[in-house]
């Protein structure tokens, strides 16, 4: 891909990104005056559901089909490439069909047991539509990034916004007269229109990039070589799985542990709750508000990653890191400035609550740590050091949970112990990502002077 394109796809996942962003935050607000905070809060109480089941269901197929795609079609091997497609297809179809039939055979269970509360079952019963539609979408954004065609996962993020919006307002005001229950189901409904909407975008420039490369890529030919593939795709797929997976749990974690320890540290009930929801629900949100510009970079950033270092240009290689890196450090420095100079008026600005000024004001630090986090994640993950990726998150994650678990407790810390705790973790994980590019990309570009 030239340089030229690449700054095109990153802009146009940009302006995506910016767009969605914009109309999510006017579709919160209908959203919120329709149902009110009862019927939003049985919605979010499934959406944990939606991202495990999708998690489950892609089984982090569409980052190695991007990452194997990309580098056999930098060696003009274009069977190789195209067969990662098919089997990506025969990996993930039964995934989708498995993780939605046990959906529905656990709603019950799910909605009374662990969600405790059956107003949820409706909005179970509808989520398998939305996991088969979005994991196809995955699929398929993976397969363009492969080909570092970025134009497509944007188009489609707005159309799918745009249809979402409408379908989810339309069907969780049309079901409310028969209650919240199913106005929350009639926004599953809607969520999975709008994926759809989305999907058909994909799609349509799916069939018609397989038309163009199809007589290179027939079954007949390419048959012999599909159980490498199959292990190829496996090693890669499976540490970007148990890496959402463990970022899933860890927020689950979160979620038990700090309000339990901040209440040991003579806070009540409500104090501590509300002291979480500050926390994870406002100030946390915020600091990941810059990453509408940092995941279009880390986006682009893998294909060129693998493909530089399949075909061997790893001069190329350097420069692309070395440029997202900086890239996302001036980011990341823009964002702490704004965050520690004016955070009481961010607060206010967003929330209508200056009162968290503080808290944001204690992540600016985090900022640039994060986001440059992602970068060195996703140069691991190109060059196909996934579990390396995996082993170092685990590391920064046990270390916060330490940390959080030990000083939240304390009175002097309280909320601030779990700041401390993010803190420390993308320390830890940013450090040893950045350590172990450099030992990997150290030796070939040694070898390449």
Same mark, same amino acid.
């Given at each position: 891909?030239?340089?030229? +394109? *690449? @700054?095109?796809?990153?802009?146009?996942?940009? =302006? %995506?990104?910016?767009?969605?962003? $914009?109309? /999510?935050?006017?579709?919160?607000?209908?959203?919120?005056?329709?149902?009110?905070?009862?019927?939003?809060?049985?919605?979010?109480?499934?959406?944990?559901?939606?991202?495990?089941?999708?998690?489950?269901?892609?089984?982090?197929?569409?980052?190695?089909?991007?990452?194997?795609?990309?580098?056999?079609?930098?060696?003009?091997?274009?069977?190789?490439?195209?067969?990662?497609?098919?089997?990506?297809?025969?990996?993930?179809?039964?995934?989708?069909?498995?993780?939605?039939?046990?959906?529905?055979?656990?709603?019950?269970?799910?909605?009374?047991?662990?969600?405790?509360?059956?107003?949820?079952?409706? +909005? *179970? @019963?509808?989520?398998?539509?939305?996991?088969? =539609? %979005?994991?196809?979408?995955?699929? $398929?954004? /993976?397969?363009?990034?492969?080909?570092?065609?970025?134009?497509?996962?944007?188009?489609?993020?707005?159309?799918?916004?745009?249809?979402?919006?409408?379908?989810?307002?339309?069907?969780?005001?049309s079901f409310l007269p028969y209650g919240l229950a199913y106005a929350a189901a009639g926004?599953?409904?809607?969520?999975?229109?709008?994926?759809?909407?989305?999907?058909?975008?994909?799609?349509?420039?799916?069939?018609?990039?397989?038309?163009?490369?199809?007589?290179?890529?027939?079954?007949?030919?390419?048959?012999?070589?599909?159980?490498?593939?199959?292990?190829?795709?496996?090693?890669?797929?499976?540490?970007?799985? *148990?890496?959402?997976?463990?970022?899933?749990?860890?927020? %689950?974690?979160?979620?038990?542990?700090?309000?339990?320890?901040?209440?040991?540290?003579?806070?009540?009930?409500?104090?501590?709750?509300?002291?979480?929801?500050?926390?994870?629900?406002?100030?946390?949100?915020?600091?990941?508000?810059?990453?509408?510009?940092?995941?279009?970079?880390?986006?682009?950033?893998?294909?060129?990653?693998?493909?530089?270092?399949?075909?061997?240009?790893?001069r190329l290689l350097r420069i692309r890191i070395f440029q997202a890196c900086c890239l996302?450090?001036?980011?990341?420095?823009?964002?702490?400035?704004?965050?520690?100079?004016?955070?009481?008026?961010?607060?206010?600005?967003?929330?209508?609550?200056?009162?968290?000024?503080?808290?944001?004001?204690?992540?600016?630090?985090?900022?640039?740590?994060?986001?440059?986090?992602?970068?060195?994640?996703?140069?691991?993950?190109?060059?196909?050091?996934?579990?390396?990726?995996?082993?170092?998150?685990?590391?920064?994650?046990?270390?916060?949970?330490?940390?959080?678990?030990?000083?939240?407790?304390?009175?002097?810390?309280?909320?601030?112990?779990?700041?401390?705790?993010?803190?420390?973790?993308?320390?830890?994980?940013?450090?040893?990502?950045?350590?172990?590019?450099?030992?990997?990309?150290?030796?070939?570009?040694?070898?390449?002077?």
């Amino acid at each position: 891909m030239s340089a030229n +394109s *690449l @700054v095109r796809g990153v802009f146009l996942l940009t =302006v %995506s990104g910016l767009f969605t962003r $914009l109309v /999510g935050a006017v579709y919160r607000v209908l959203l919120v005056r329709a149902l009110g905070a009862e019927g939003v809060g049985l919605i979010q109480m499934t959406f944990p559901l939606f991202h495990l089941g999708s998690t489950l269901a892609t089984a982090g197929m569409p980052a190695a089909l991007a990452k194997v795609y990309s580098e056999k079609a930098a060696q003009g091997n274009w069977k190789q490439a195209h067969r990662a497609v098919l089997v990506t297809w025969v990996i993930v179809a039964p995934l989708i069909l498995l993780s939605a039939a046990l959906l529905v055979l656990a709603a019950p269970w799910v909605s009374r047991t662990m969600l405790t509360d059956t107003r949820t079952y409706p +909005s *179970l @019963v509808v989520m398998p539509a939305a996991i088969a =539609v %979005s994991s196809v979408s995955w699929v $398929l954004r /993976g397969y363009f990034q492969g080909q570092q065609n970025l134009a497509p996962t944007a188009y489609a993020q707005m159309v799918e916004q745009v249809v979402r919006v409408i379908a989810v307002l339309m069907l969780a005001i049309s079901f409310l007269p028969y209650g919240l229950a199913y106005a929350a189901a009639g926004a599953m409904a809607g969520l999975a229109i709008g994926e759809a909407a989305g999907l058909l975008v994909l799609w349509i420039y799916y069939r018609r990039d397989w038309n163009r490369i199809y007589p290179w890529s027939r079954p007949a030919q390419i048959h012999e070589s599909r159980p490498v593939i199959h292990r190829e795709l496996l090693s890669l797929s499976i540490p970007v799985m *148990l890496h959402r997976l463990v970022n899933s749990l860890s927020s %689950s974690i979160d979620v038990v542990l700090i309000p339990a320890r901040l209440t040991l540290a003579g806070f009540t009930t409500q104090e501590a709750t509300r002291l979480f929801g500050q926390f994870s629900g406002m100030a946390i949100p915020l600091l990941f508000l810059p990453t509408v510009f940092i995941f279009p970079i880390s986006t682009a950033l893998m294909p060129v990653v693998s493909a530089s270092a399949g075909r061997g240009d790893y001069r190329l290689l350097r420069i692309r890191i070395f440029q997202a890196c900086c890239l996302s450090l001036a980011i990341g420095c823009m964002s702490a400035f704004l965050f520690w100079t004016i955070p009481h008026f961010l607060g206010k600005l967003l929330y209508e609550d200056a009162s968290i000024g503080p808290l944001i004001q204690s992540l600016a630090p985090l900022a640039p740590l994060i986001y440059l986090q992602f970068i060195l994640g996703t140069a691991l993950n190109g060059l196909g050091q996934g579990t390396v990726t995996l082993s170092n998150n685990l590391a920064g994650v046990g270390v916060k949970l330490v940390f959080v678990y030990w000083l939240t407790a304390l009175p002097q810390y309280g909320i601030m112990g779990a700041v401390i705790g993010e803190t420390i973790n993308a320390l830890v994980t940013t450090i040893l990502h950045g350590y172990f590019l450099w030992r990997k990309i150290q030796p070939v570009l040694e070898t390449a002077k």
